[in-house]
């Protein structure tokens, strides 16, 4: 068996995937495909100074396939749906090289262990309006930015003197959202 990769439209790479399987057990073919796979990652965002935790695709618009190279699946998997079409060259379908295949693995082996990522959506030099602690409803300017610690220096003025405050990154929002 071999990786392949689908190419879907982005955002139905999950129906894409469900669909498969689901004519996979009808067509009685599930003994042909070892396993599919869309490589994610969790994201964690700031929205409304609360923590969400996002699932992103590493691969937007693709779906890893590991298969059985015959002329029956890949005709299979072109008509099942119009949505997917096979990275090709000269209209057959590429497998995937053989390091490219063993990163798919180690994604594959991986994806328990998913790992997740903070994305901060303040910036040095940024104003922001702090939402939560003693200095509620101060505006400041964000300084430093200590990613590890998922805090921030921001200097807000008080009484006429500029005075640095560390927050956390859900203590504060982005003056004009």
Not at 123 to 150: A, C, L, Q, W, Y
Request: proline content about 3%; charged content about 35%.
């Amino acid at each position: 068996m071999d990786w392949f990769m689908l190419q879907v439209y982005t955002g139905y790479e999950k129906r894409a995937k469900k669909l498969i399987e689901e004519e996979l057990k009808i067509k009685e073919l599930q003994d042909k495909v070892d396993q599919i796979f869309i490589p994610v990652e969790n994201v964690v965002r700031i929205r409304k100074s609360k923590k969400v935790v996002l699932e992103k695709n590493l691969f937007p618009g693709y779906v890893f396939i590991h298969m059985e190279d015959s002329k029956e699946m890949l005709q299979f998997l072109t008509q099942i749906c119009a949505q997917t079409t096979f990275i090709s060259g000269r209209k057959k379908p590429v497998k995937l090289k053989e390091d490219d295949a063993k990163k798919v693995d180690e994604l594959l082996n991986n994806k328990d262990n998913v790992r997740e990522v903070l994305e901060i959506p303040f910036r040095v030099g940024d104003n922001v309006k702090i939402i939560s602690g003693p200095f509620r409803d101060f505006n400041g300017v964000v300084e430093e930015i200590d990613k590890d610690k998922e805090k921030m220096k921001v200097t807000v003025t008080i009484f006429g003197r500029s005075t640095p405050v560390e927050l956390s990154f859900t203590q504060a929002e982005l003056i004009g959202k």
